[in-house]
Structure formats: structure tokens, C-alpha cells
């Protein structure tokens, strides 16, 4: 296949010289009996997802009883979720049925950045779900004045500039690398980490900014969820009654849960990619990260949230034109 190789900024090609670079993209597997199922398999899995988040959006939006904190980030995460796998998914069904395998490089950078936005954005939601119980419980009297509608507003404004802003920065320092001709990606859609691993010029200035960036973005909300869950177990505790501490814990458990999911999988990726004897096999671990949480998400909340189900139910239901 011909491809032309672009050359980093700091190569000595003239500044108006423009080439395009087509990434090779070398998904799952490259067996061509099983990309028919792989195809069906996504496909569905990416329906799921697209159709399962757009009801629980519905949900909120329709029903006046879940206009609150907690269903209005909820709504956010649930069209994250969308907009994370349709960043991902489509393009890999697209190579699929033209049997072709690559990318130009502005529809990599693209994927990047889009895929860093929404990944470190639902990383904020969560956090602020989280904030959004713990003054529920811990300080149930002044909830309406703390979570006011201002406040959610600003929060997301925020998260979602700092989510911006992080990966528009990612994105162009990818502008000061250069590739030789080993363009080869062994995933299924281009992962930043992949990307670095295959440019010729030095990425170490790319590499300490994720991990220093990463770790702030990543672990003050995570730390803000666990000091709000810790908060939330102290007061359940010393509820008297056991069905108070049922009805926290109902309360609780969905978001619990999305929580478990969403690091439970990007750090047994993390450690899979240490442990993996193949790229290939990295890449079939991604999927748990990329792909499951979004599609098992309005599951766990329509199951487990009572005013969700009471809410699809009654959408469903309604006669439509009414």
C-alpha cells in the first residue's frame, strides 16, 4: 500500500508542504472468518449502547419528578456515554465493511481528542454524582441550596473546559512529533499511548505531561469520591433503623456501581497491558474500557433505580402524538 509519511514539525521540510499520513489501524484480529461476527457483535453492542443511553436522557428530560441534581448529571453521563462510542465504534465498522484498515492522521488526532474530552468528562460526572449523595445524606437540610442549578451548571462548565483543555493540549503535542514507516497501531481505534509508542522523534516531554496531568485530572475526582463515599458509609452507620440505611444504600448503588465499572476496567486494562504477551491482546482488553461500560451503564441504572424504571415505564407507555 502507498502511503505518504508526514514529517514532524522539527524535520527541515518546508512549512507549506502538506502530506497526509494514513495510520494502519490493526484491530481485534486479523483473521477474516471472524470479522463478520466482530462486525455483528459491535454493531449490536454499539445500538445497545446509543439506544439504552437516549432513553435514560429521554427519561429525565420527559419526566418532571428526575428535574434534579442527581438525574441532570446523570443525563450528562448517559450522553457521554454516546458520544465516547460513537467516537470509537463507527469508524472501526466502517474499515470493517471496506475491508480497509486505515486512518489519516486527522481523523487520529481527531479519535484523541474526542476520545480524552468525554473519557476525562465522565470522570468529572462521576465525581460530581458523587458530591451531589454525599450532601444529599450528610446534609440533606441545606441540599437545595448547595445543589442549586447554578452551581450543577457552573460544575459542568468547568469539567467539561478542563476535559477540553487537556485534551486540545495532548492533541497538539502530538503536532511536534514525526513518523517514520512503521505506522502500525495494534488497536482498534488510535490510543494515544499506542501512538506515542510508534513515533520516531522522542515523546518523553508527551509522556510526563499525560502522567502528570492525568494524575491531577484523575485523581482529585477519584479521591472525591472516595472521601464522599466514606463521608456517606460514617452517616449511614449511624442511622438507627435498617430500612433508612436501605433506602440510602438503594440510592447509592447505581452510581456505586458505574463507579466499579468505569476504574475497575481502566485499571485492569492498565495492568493487562503490562501483563500481555501481545499488543493484540491489549487491545482486545481495551474493549472492556472503550466499549462495556457504556453499553452496561443504563442497564445498571434502570435496574437499580426505582424512579428511572417508574419513569422508562411510563414513556414507554405513553400513547405517542399526546
Known amino acids: 500500500m502507498e ?9 527541515r521540510a ?34 445497545v449502547t446509543v439506544l439504552g443511553n437516549l432513553l435514560i436522557v429521554w427519561a429525565v428530560i420527559s419526566d418532571s419528578h428526575l428535574h434534579t441534581p442527581m438525574y441532570f448529571f446523570l443525563s450528562h453521563l448517559s450522553f457521554t456515554d454516546i458520544c465516547l462510542s460513537t467516537t470509537t465504534i463507527p469508524k472501526m465498522l466502517v474499515n470493517i465493511l471496506t475491508q480497509s484498515q486505515t486512518i489519516t492522521f486527522a481523523g487520529c488526532l481527531s479519535q484523541i481528542f474526542f476520545v480524552l474530552v468525554f473519557g476525562v468528562f465522565e470522570n468529572f460526572l462521576l465525581a460530581a454524582m458523587a458530591y451531589d449523595r454525599y450532601v444529599a445524606i450528610c446534609s440533606p437540610l441545606r441540599y437545595t441550596v448547595i ?34 514507516t512503521d505506522l502500525e497501531i495494534p488497536q482498534f481505534f488510535c490510543e494515544l499511548a499506542q501512538l506515542l509508542k510508534i513515533a ?60 466499579s465499572l468505569f476504574y475497575g476496567t481502566g ?30 451503564n443504563p442497564f445498571i441504572y434502570s435496574l437499580r433505580n426505582k424512579d428511572i424504571t417508574v419513569s422508562l415505564r411510563k414513556c414507554l407507555i405513553r400513547k405517542p402524538f399526546l
Do not use: W
Open 147 to 180: 445543589m442549586n442549578p447554578c452551581f450543577c451548571g457552573l460544575l459542568m462548565l468547568l469539567s467539561l473546559l478542563a476535559s477540553i483543555m487537556f485534551a486540545l493540549l495532548q492533541s497538539l503535542m502530538i503536532l511536534h512529533l514525526s513518523f517514520c
Open 14 to 47: 518546508p512549512r507549506n508542504h502538506t502530506v497526509i499520513v494514513e495510520f494502519i489501524l490493526l484491530g481485534l484480529t486479523d483473521d477474516p472468518e471472524l470479522q463478520p461476527i466482530i462486525f455483528t457483535l459491535f454493531l449490536m453492542m454499539y445500538l
Open 200 to 259: 520516531c522523534s522522542s515523546a518523553l516531554i508527551n509522556k510526563i505531561l499525560i502522567y502528570c496531568l492525568a494524575s491531577i485530572l484523575g485523581g482529585v475526582p477519584l479521591s472525591g469520591i472516595i472521601y464522599s463515599y466514606t463521608q456517606i458509609v460514617s452517616s449511614v452507620l449511624r442511622i438507627p433503623s435498617s430500612s433508612g440505611k436501605n433506602k440510602v444504600f438503594s440510592t447509592c448503588g447505581s452510581h456505586l456501581s458505574v463507579v
Open 267 to 296: 485499571v485492569g486494562v492498565y495492568i493487562s497491558s503490562f501483563c500481555a504477551q501481545t499488543s493484540r491482546k491489549t487491545a482486545v482488553a481495551s474493549v472492556m474500557y472503550i466499549v462495556v461500560p457504556q453499553m452496561i
Open 3 to 11: 502511503m505518504t509519511l508526514r514529517k514532524g514539525i522539527n524535520s
